[in-house]
Every structure is written in C-alpha cells, then in structure tokens.
C-alpha cells in the first residue's frame, strides 16, 4: 500500500459526459501528479501540483483540468468525453515535487467510455 | 525534451536465470533515472533510482542498474529470476535542471518467468 489513494477504482461513463477523478496523496507529500496509461501512448504525464499551485503541464488536452484543494487532495476532471479518453489514470505523490523525489503511486482509476 | 527507449516489449526468462532489461535515455542534462515495477490491476512501485551519487543502484526484490554515461543507459538486472517478478516494468527519466518532479516514461517491458 503507497498510501495515496483514489478514488472511484472504476467508472464507465458515456461520449460526451463529464467526470471527476479524486486523489488523496500520502500523509505529509505536498506534490501530487496525473498520469495516463493507455495501450497506444502508454504512460504519460499530465500534470503536477505542489502545495495548491500548478507546478508543471504535460500533453493534457484543454477538456481536462485539475486542482489541488487546501487539504492537498487532487481532482482530475474530464469533460466532454471521447471514446479515445479511455484508460487508466494514475494519481502520484511526493514530498516536495523536486525531480530527484520517489513518486508513490495511487492504485488508479479505470475509466471506459462507452 | 527527454526520452526512454526500452529495449524488448517482452522478456521471458527461466525461473532462477539472469534478468536483464534494457533502458537507455536521451536528456540533454544530467537526468535522474528510475526504474518501477507495476503488477496487474495495481499502481506502480519503485524498485531503485539514481540521484547522481553511486553509478551502481542496488533496489528492492533484489534488483540492481548501473547508470552509465557513456552508454546513456541505465539497464536493470536481477541475478536470478523468482517466479514472482512477473510484471511489467517502466523505465523513467525526470530533470534534474528543473524544479519539476515530472517523469517520462518508456514504453515498459514485460517480463514472463517460467518454472
């Protein structure tokens, strides 16, 4: 167990809709980071908070956005879905958001658009 | 921009043979490099990392990588293969020139052990 968690573990949804993806980073981690992992484009980078702030942007597309709340808690929001969004989404965390720190990595969240 | 390359989608090996999986980078800084192992249905967990301190990175289940600069690899090795290191395993590169703790990612080799 990494100690971040997500949440909902699976979620089926349909073209079109919006959803809301939810991390909670580890006990005292005050960077966290999304990643998806599909079969064509394998793991990729998304984005990354430290301390409520954007810190860094990947390939994410403008229908998704993210923040990072008070409590550090994480939402990934995806709207106006595609059939190709679907994949697993992975939420990570680490101390201080520095590139030489450990990510420790959610369980992810699998989301099929149907 | 940084990349990965992994060498081998898939690697099988027999149960107590020599693992090797191959990673090799492109950065044009000094790069941190990492190696994670995920396993199905599951997050991915590290297994060792270098920070530019020893060249020779010894992590967890007993593996071990050696960055080597001139080969701008970074290639994972386990002595002897256990039925349980069936997994998928991901090389990564972050930037050691930047404030940003981001990886980039290879495609992942999965690794098939047979008895």
């Known amino acids: 167990d990494s100690g971040v968690t997500q949440t909902p573990k699976h979620l089926i949804t349909a073209t079109g809709q919006r959803v809301t993806l939810r991390c909670s980073p580890r006990?005292?981690?005050?960077?966290v980071y999304w990643y998806q992992q599909s079969l064509d484009q394998g793991l990729q980078f998304l984005i990354q908070y430290y301390n409520g702030e954007e810190r860094a942007k990947g390939n994410i597309l403008e229908r998704f956005s993210a923040q990072q709340f008070p409590d550090l808690h994480s939402e990934l929001n995806l709207s106006s879905l595609e059939l190709g969004d679907s994949a697993l989404y992975f939420c990570a965390s680490s101390p201080t958001g520095q590139p030489n720190n450990e990510q420790f990595f959610g369980p992810g969240t699998r989301l099929t658009v149907l | 921009a940084q990349s990965v390359t992994q060498l081998g989608s898939h690697v099988s090996v027999s149960e107590g043979a020599l693992v090797l999986l191959r990673c090799n980078y492109s950065s044009s800084v000094p790069p941190y490099l990492f190696w994670y192992v995920q396993y199905p249905n599951q997050g991915l967990q590290l297994l060792l990392k270098?920070?530019?301190?020893?060249?020779l990175v010894k992590g967890i289940n007993g593996f071990e990588a050696e960055f080597k600069k001139s080969e701008t690899s970074f290639h994972l090795t386990k002595p002897s293969a256990h039925m349980s290191d069936a997994a998928e395993y991901f090389c990564a590169v972050s930037d050691s020139g930047t404030s940003y703790g981001k990886l980039t990612f290879g495609q992942g080799t999965i690794l098939t052990v047979h008895p």
């Open positions: 270098y920070t530019s301190a020893a060249t």
């Open positions: 006990s005292g981690d005050l960077s």
